[in-house]
């Protein structure tokens, strides 16, 4: 199970109108096997809106509905989030506190990061070194997520077979039958607590496979705060997704 963070685009279809707009650029066409209907769906991490279209829809019929729907593109994107690459100069936060990233270009071959107060230092003979600095910070979730993960299980009388980060943009984490749990990488930007939550909520999963009160109740049970961190991914999730990508 897994709880989602995407947005409802709208759905209804109205009569074809001779229409154009210089926001239809930012739209990118998907053909989906699965997709019943046209749908528009905002992708905060490409800082674009992606036009779903079933495979026996036409092309013409879906940019027919993607103009219908001008109006809610236009406020979308013009909500969304700008792209905030890992480089010099640049502010990123970890574990919710803002630190600077402070690049020391350097001889030989290998770079080195260090997490200060305030600050990320990474020493590197590379030109970009967005990699390790992506590969650094998961680490860093991992060393704070796994031990949470194992001891909120422990608690409950269940084990966490396996721990994943991936690159998700539509869910925070998730949680497998055979007790494997899976979280965003992205959630290292959030504060301690709604990486409890995120955990937590996983952890719930490996008792109750569903949303039922029962599931809720364990979950504020496991959560430091979960009112806290469910209203903060609410307001600032959408942000998460632009860290670490080139505009
Ligand atoms: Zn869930």
Redesign the pocket.
Known sequence: ???SRQTQPPVSSAPPQAASSSCLENLRLVRSKAARRLALRVDPARGDICLVVPVRTSEKKAWQFAEDNLDWIEQRLARLPKPIPFEDGVIIPIFGKPRLISIVPCSGRVTTIDLTSDALVVQTPRADASTNIKRYLYSLLHDVAAPLAATKARSIGRRVNKLQFRDTRARW???GVDGDLMLCWRLVFAPIEVIDYVVA??V??LKHMD?SPR?WSLCDQLSEDMNFACNWLKINGDKLLTYGIRP
Do not use: L, V
């Open positions: 199970m897994f709880f984490g998730s949680c909520h996983e719930a999963h949303h599931f």
